[in-house]
């Protein structure tokens, strides 16, 4: 079991998101900044006043007028289809998958469902001194489920000393009431002067 103390939650795929959107905001700006100071005389007053696009693009596109505007047509709904499937990526990785975490006895099956037993760790954590809320969510697969636990703390909280408390105590109890020889956890602590609700996801 492992236990992190850390301001924000990021993933591979929230690193991968931001560079590609850091990434093209700055082409964007960059060619946005470049028409702006050329149209305001930058590039002096000649450049300021002739098209952007050279003489030669601008005669191809007239003389190509069907393909051109129909490549520009492909070109757009290929973008659109990339942005789509970006979007959905996102929402489905929001989305937390659901957990199978029954067991099978000799006397039957116990069905134990994800958001009750993670919202039963939130409660458990919440009762220890100097925590205003507390919020859990089972992620991975029933193989190897992994917990992501946020934890909000008063500026007076001795952090180190709840974290220990969170892996020695709450943690314990929630593999063992799982029946896991093994559980990988992430905790997220997070200064606050006022209490909220607990959020289960």
Request: glycine letters at 10%.
């Amino acid at each position: 079991m492992t236990g992190q103390a850390i301001t924000g939650a990021t993933n591979r795929a929230d690193r991968r998101n931001r560079a590609g959107l850091v990434l093209t905001a700055l082409i964007l700006t960059a060619v946005g900044g470049y028409g702006l100071a050329r149209g305001w005389g930058a590039f002096g007053d000649t450049a300021a006043s002739d098209p952007l696009l050279a003489e030669s693009w601008r005669t191809f596109v007239g003389r190509n007028q069907t393909p051109f505007w129909a490549g520009a047509a492909l070109a757009s709904l290929l973008l659109a289809w990339i942005g789509l499937r970006w979007l959905r990526a996102q929402l489905a990785e929001s989305t937390p998958r659901r957990i199978d975490l029954t067991h099978h006895g000799d006397g039957g099956a116990t069905v134990i469902m994800p958001a009750g037993a993670a919202q039963a760790l939130a409660a458990d954590v919440e009762r220890y001194g100097g925590v205003a809320s507390a919020s859990a969510r089972l992620t991975g697969d029933q193989d190897a489920p992994e917990v992501d636990l946020r934890v909000d703390v008063a500026d007076s909280c001795n952090v180190p000393a709840l974290l220990a408390r969170i892996e020695d105590d709450a943690l314990e109890r929630f593999r063992r009431a799982l029946d896991l020889e093994a559980l990988d956890a992430n905790v997220e602590f997070r200064l606050t002067t006022t209490p909220s609700r607990r959020r289960v996801r």
